[in-house]
């Protein structure tokens, strides 16, 4: 077998080159002699990551992240088809919701990458208030919340959420991600967010610290 | 010199008698005449009045026609979700299978009671400003529209996986876009602001632009009656700015956080800057921080000429303070005149 870092390159460059047959055969390949939890570890959850921080650096497109992430769910799910054990991680109970607003794409994307990666998570939806996520918060009994943003209006209903949260006496961190995060780095510390995600990677990497503490 | 006289100087690089302002306060007229944002767009009068008032507050040198973005999607069915503190976003996505895209027409500008209400606010402009201010108007390019019709992740599909439908839905926006754009040149705007979102290195690898956004943008620009300025909504403009310039088009916006000097340095002569305060940011900012943010602006990309002072997005938020407006509007009145004593 190739060493791993060459592995994580031919899957990256697989991915983003929408090699679907390319990807599918490096990641049967390494599951010949690793776990399922191993194959997503070693490779798929390092190689979304280093995609991510490109786009953060500046060095990949947003549509070039979106189309690698959905590549790699697809050849994911086609391989747990064939896996009658599945893959589930110990990891907090998480829940995503686009706050009051309608652009769902950076949910889609902190769903897809999140699920790919072995994580379960509750889609809350879109468009969701204040008290809707209160609501869905409840009955998923979710104890991370990844709040997903477009308008910086939506970013501002955060300090709401958290307020009617406590009064609610539900124990839950909210980690933010989207635009007005990215354009004013200190605004998810100003609405009380307990962390925030540049990118669906990142939104990865803050799950995976979570889910250790589990 | 005239805020119209202004612009066109610096438009052609020149030093005018100073840099130009643009205040892109659209909601904030609600504000300003004390009713709610659905109420304010909904005459045309509204508008135009806050437009007014704007001027002659901050004494920026634009006037713009512009509602609210969904707007543009209205006439091909989507509904517009209205709030009370922010700008209206477009409802539902109205292209929900791609194969829709076979059987979509483009809509006349004439049959809509959205874009006559734009139009309507355009002629009353162009009584009440004449040619004193630069009255800009908005479209939504063709290559950005789809994010409201279909939604971001379905478009970014169609793009990569389904070019002929890509192809499809381009020439049908494409053919509004133009009308559209026309029309609004026909009203009294002396130029337009074309809005394209999309065509930005943060969202698509410049090669991917090259054969889409680039080719819908030459195509849209060469059949528009008056000139145009390119909005990109704060993504990153570098890699891809020479082919924006090539487009024709006067102006563009880079992002926030790009290095100004360097756009200045990759720029200068070619395409004036229209930048690029953080707008997001803004609203957290001192008057003092918002006067100094204002100068850098003006220390970094004013030399020449080729500068409008403005926030990077195109729509300052709802939430920016009066004071923070004011510093910005004085900082370009006390600083902002040529010449400016700093080396182009």
């Given at each position: ?60 497109a ?59 998570v ?36 955060v300090?709401?959420l ?12 909210i ?40 | ?39 304010y ?107 409201m ?59 991917l ?22 909005l ?32 200045k ?33 003006i ?46």
């Open positions: 077998m190739a060493p791993l870092e060459q592995l994580r390159r031919d899957l990256r460059a697989a991915l983003l080159s929408l090699d679907r047959l390319g990807s599918n055969r490096i990641l049967v390949g390494y599951r010949k002699d690793a776990s399922l939890p191993e194959v997503t570890d070693d490779l798929i959850v390092p190689v979304l990551e280093d995609i991510g921080n490109d786009w953060e650096r500046g060095k990949l947003l549509s070039e992240v979106y189309m690698a992430g959905r590549l790699a769910g697809n050849v994911v799910d086609a391989i747990l088809a064939t896996e009658p054990a599945g893959l589930s991680r110990p990891q907090p109970r998480l829940g995503a919701a686009v706050l009051d607003d309608v652009h769902v794409l950076g949910k889609q994307m902190v769903l897809g990458v999140l699920r790919t990666a072995g994580y379960h509750d889609d809350l939806g879109s468009g969701v208030t204040v008290d809707a996520a209160i609501d869905a918060v409840r009955e998923h009994d979710t104890e991370v919340l990844l709040v997903s943003v477009l308008m910086l209006r939506s970013a501002l209903l300090p709401d958290k307020r009617r949260l406590a009064e609610e006496g539900l124990d839950v961190r980690i933010v991600g989207g635009a007005p995060f990215r354009l004013d780095p200190n605004l998810w510390r100003e609405v009380g967010a307990d962390g925030c995600g540049a990118s669906a990677s990142d939104a990865l990497a803050i799950v995976s610290r979570l889910a250790v503490r589990a | 010199m005239t805020s119209l006289e202004r612009m066109l100087t610096t438009l052609q690089h020149k030093e005018p008698d100073r840099v130009p302002l643009f205040l892109t306060l659209t909601l904030q007229g609600a504000k300003t005449l004390g009713m709610g944002i659905r109420e767009f909904s005459r045309p009068e509204n508008v135009v009045e806050g437009q007014l008032r704007k001027r002659a507050k901050y004494r920026d040198d634009i006037v713009t026609n512009f509602f609210y973005g969904a707007i543009d999607a209205e006439p091909f069915g989507s509904r517009t979700r209205w709030f009370e503190d922010g700008p209206p976003n477009a409802g539902e996505p109205c292209i929900r299978r791609p194969e829709d895209i076979l059987r979509l027409e483009p809509p006349k500008v004439a049959e809509s009671a959205s874009l006559q209400r734009v139009l309507r606010a355009t002629e009353l402009l162009k009584e009440r400003i004449g040619d004193d201010a630069l009255i800009l108007g908005i479209v939504i390019s063709p290559f950005g529209l789809p994010v019709q279909m939604g971001f992740g379905p478009y970014i599909e169609l793009i990569y996986e389904r070019p002929e439908l890509f192809e499809r839905l381009m020439q049908v926006n494409e053919a509004f876009c133009v009308e559209y754009a026309n029309a609004q040149l026909a009203a009294g705007c002396h130029a337009i602001g074309y809005f394209d979102p999309v065509s930005t290195a943060t969202i698509i690898p410049p090669e632009y090259r054969t889409t956004g680039l080719r819908v943008a030459n195509r849209v620009l060469s059949q528009l009656n008056g000139p145009t300025v390119t990109l909504a704060s993504g990153d403009t570098l890699p891809m700015v020479d082919d924006v310039a090539s487009t024709g088009t006067l102006a563009f916006t880079p992002s926030p956080t790009e290095d100004l000097a360097e756009v340095r990759r720029t200068a002569g070619k395409i004036a800057i229209i930048g690029n305060l953080n707008g997001v940011e803004m609203r957290t900012w001192s008057p003092q921080q918002a006067a100094a943010k204002t100068e850098a602006v220390r970094t990309a004013g030399p020449g000429g080729g500068l409008i002072v403005c926030d990077a997005h195109g729509e300052i938020p709802w939430q920016v303070p009066e004071d923070v407006l004011e510093a910005i509007a004085e900082t370009v009145h006390e600083k902002g005149r040529y010449p400016l004593g700093y080396e182009s």
